[in-house]
């Protein structure tokens, strides 16, 4: 089989003052690689929340979701691990999308659904920019959230 | 079938992506002769699928010039495999390997290739779930898990 490069680039937030022209001039802006993987770190909060908060509101689903959780907080350890935070700043980690939970089991569970098939799709959509490395987390993860859509389907279908 | 050129890289990524399927052709006849009823018919699905796979790797590879690598005449199993129980243990072995094997094309810079490869790792990422009745949170790269 053949064995994947897991060689690790973290990628570097550009907000320190690091080497330029004019250190007055502010932070230079962030490359569109490093703005991706912002963006794939929000995803997983937004997921995240959206799992805790269906979990919250549905104890019957706690079994059901807690492994699908857990793989989702795996998931934003290892992009955040990508970043490197410059001393005094932190990748932000507050939730973006907070989606009001609906009101049956089933309905909730389409939803989160829907957010895993978005999420697998963006994923997806993030290969383009990215590192070899990062570009294999990518679609890793993207594979995982597909697998996560055939778990509720299963789960659904009960 | 995407179009491209390919470097040696891209091509030895193909090589790899292609192995990984002939080996999951050969396990999945060892695996479907231990399984009955519904598994069997699942195992006979899936080793169709990957028959389709190789067959398209094969087709990429040839068109590029180069020679498809063979099947091996005989595999090892990763671990001895006599019952139903590791027959479906190593039908989730196999869809891993296959996984794995296209996660090497996600690394290359041709994003045709690429591209192709990330959505080759979601149909045996999901077969590998029905074989084990469990998600992992990485497939294809274990390293990470």
Redesign the interface.
């Known amino acids: ?6 060689t690790t680039l973290p990628l570097f937030l550009a907000l320190s003052a690091c080497a330029g022209p004019n250190p007055l001039a502010g932070p230079p802006p962030l490359s569109a690689d490093v703005r991706a993987l912002l963006r794939a770190v929000a995803a997983e909060q937004n997921l995240i929340s959206l799992y805790n908060r269906t979990m919250a509101a549905y104890s019957a689903l706690v079994p059901a979701l807690t ?2 959780l ?2 989702h907080q ?2 934003l350890a ?1 992009l955040r691990a990508r970043i490197i935070e410059p001393p005094g700043k932190s990748v932000p980690g507050k939730v973006t999308s907070k989606p009001a939970i609906p009101g049956t089991q089933a309905a909730a569970l389409a939803q989160l659904r829907t957010a895993e098939q978005a999420a697998s799709t963006a994923q ?1 959509q993030r ?2 920019t990215a590192s ?2 990062l ?10 959230e ?3 859509v ?2 509720l389907d299963v789960r659904s279908s009960r | 079938m995407p179009k491209i050129p390919a470097t040696i890289g891209e091509l030895q ?1 193909l090589q ?2 292609l ?2 399927e002939h ?1 999951a052709v050969y396990g999945y006849g060892v695996a479907g002769a231990l399984l009955s009823g519904a598994d069997q018919a699942r195992a006979l699905t899936d080793w169709q699928a990957h028959q389709e796979a190789r067959d398209t790797l094969r087709a990429m590879i040839v068109k590029l010039g180069a020679i498809p690598v063979a099947a091996s005449a005989g595999y090892q199993l990763p671990f001895p495999v006599r019952d139903a129980r590791s027959a479906r243990r190593l039908a989730a072995a196999l869809e891993d ?1 296959v ?3 296209y ?2 094309l ?4 041709n ?1 045709t290739l ?2 192709f ?3 080759a ?2 149909p045996p ?2 077969r ?3 074989w084990r009745g ?8 274990p ?3």
């Open positions: 089989m053949l064995a994947a490069s897991t492994p699908l857990a793989e795996a998931h290892q997806l290969l383009a070899p490395s570009a294999q987390l990518y679609a890793s993860i993207a594979a995982s597909a697998t996560h055939t778990m | 990524a790899a992506a192995a990984a080996a390997g996984t794995q094997g996660l090497g996600v690394a290359v810079t994003q690429r591209t490869g990330a959505l790792m979601l990422a999901k590998a779930v029905a469990s998600t992992v949170a990485f497939p294809g790269m390293s990470a898990r």
